[in-house]
Structure formats: C-alpha cells, structure tokens
C-alpha cells in the first residue's frame, strides 16, 4: 500500500507560471522527499525536508510540511518545459527503517 | 559514470518464462532496494539488502519472485513463471549505509517488463 497521495493527480500550466502539488500522508515521519520521474526513466531526488522542519528552499523549489496535518507542498516557481515530469512524495520512519513510501505521483505538464 | 545501472532495461517475454534483471548499485552504497512501479503509480517496495543479507520482503513478493546480492555489490532479481500482471517497471535504488542515511534513495533507470 502506498502512504502518500499527491494532488492533483495531474497539473498543466504555462511556462512560466507556478506549479503547486500536495501530498497527504498516514503515519509518523522522520522525513518526507519529492522525486522527480521523466517519462519511461529512474527517479530523481529533489528535496528532502524533515519532520522538523517547516519549509525549505533549493533553487525554484520550495517544499512545506506540516506535521499537524500530515501533509506536505511542493512549489516550483517560473515553470519550464523541462520541468514537465511526474512528481512523486516518499515518506521515511526510522521504525520502518527509513524504507521509502511513496504516493502515486503528480503529472506536470509545462506548456511551451 | 558511477551512478546505479540496470539491465536490461527493456525485457520482452512470454507468459510462462523466467526473466532476470540485474542491478549495479553506486559502489560505496551498502543498501540496494528493488522497487516495483505500474503505469500511472508510484513505485512500491519490494525487498531491500544491507550488504549481502536480505532484510525483508514485501507481501508483493510472491514466491516466484527471488532477489540476491550475493556478494555485497551487484542484486539481481528473477521471476519465474511470468504471469502478464508482473508487467511493470523494476526499479533498482541503493543509498549509503544506516548511520549516513537520511532516506534519500538513488535510482536506476529502471527495467521495464513487458509479459505478453
């Protein structure tokens, strides 16, 4: 079963513009990661934030988390078509033994 | 290019065969995970070593599913059998040992499987 669930499941915008993507979680966290995912290709680590932190910034991303809530954001500023990918949240636990959970993803696509 | 490398990374297969897919985990990475990912979702949990030893496995692991890595370095994960609902995209990810670990995972590209 997967822990996270992101919405919208899928986002179109145009270049340029902003991109906003939640992530609702289930349990107890250590740390909360959103990955990137090109179409048919591995996943790429973005950000980590953890469960004491409240926001954090690396380039045009910016991630919350809000631990009240279970539920995270992932913000990327002045979109490009580059960023057209499938987003994706994971949780880790170290009772879990920091295994990753994933959601089922976000859809972004970045109109030229 | 030192990064995790999966092979092949394209499998096409009849029902009923047996198909292996290897993984090579950046070098100084104790821990490999095998991760499993259908169309429109994301990806789920296999099973996961700590250098040679297997740690767990998911409930997703049938019993004609078998991973080894059998040296501490390089995983390989076998299905035998092959049932058209294995379709999927395998992914390989390793990640340091437990005491630098923050969770961060690093993937392969993947293998996608196709059974017809």
């Known amino acids: 079963s997967q822990q996270g669930e992101e919405d919208p499941q899928a986002l179109s915008i145009q270049e340029g513009e902003n991109a906003t993507m939640n992530c609702s979680y289930k349990?107890?966290?250590?740390?909360l990661q959103w990955y990137r995912q090109n179409s048919g290709r591995g996943l790429v680590h973005l950000i980590l934030?953890?469960?004491?932190?409240r926001e954090k910034h690396s380039g045009r991303l910016r991630v919350t988390l809000d631990t009240s809530k279970k539920s995270s954001s992932l913000l990327i500023t002045a979109s490009r078509a580059a960023d057209t990918a499938s987003y994706f949240c994971?949780?880790?636990?170290?009772?879990?033994?920091?295994?990753?959970?994933f959601g089922a993803g976000t859809t972004v696509t970045v109109r030229a | 290019d030192t990064g995790v490398s999966q092979d092949p990374r394209h499998k096409i297969t009849k029902r009923g065969q047996n198909v292996t897919f290897r993984c090579d985990p950046i070098?100084?990475?104790?821990?490999l995970y095998w991760y499993r990912q259908t169309l429109g979702q994301g990806p789920e949990f296999l099973t996961y070593?700590?250098?040679?030893?297997?740690?767990?496995k998911s409930r997703l692991l049938s019993d004609r599913f078998s991973a080894e890595r059998p040296k501490g370095s390089f995983s390989t994960l076998e299905i035998q059998r092959t049932e058209q609902g294995d379709s999927a995209m395998y992914l390989c990810?390793?990640?340091?040992?437990?005491?630098?670990?923050?969770?961060?995972?690093?993937f392969g590209e993947g293998s996608r499987l196709t059974v017809l």
């Open positions: 349990t107890s966290i250590n740390n």
């Open positions: 070098s100084e990475h104790n821990r």
């Open positions: 990810a390793s990640s340091p040992d437990r005491s630098r670990d923050t969770g961060e995972l690093f």
């Open positions: 934030i953890r469960s004491n932190e």
């Open positions: 070593f700590q250098n040679e030893a297997q740690l767990e």
């Open positions: 994971a949780t880790a636990f170290f009772s879990n033994d920091y295994k990753l959970s």
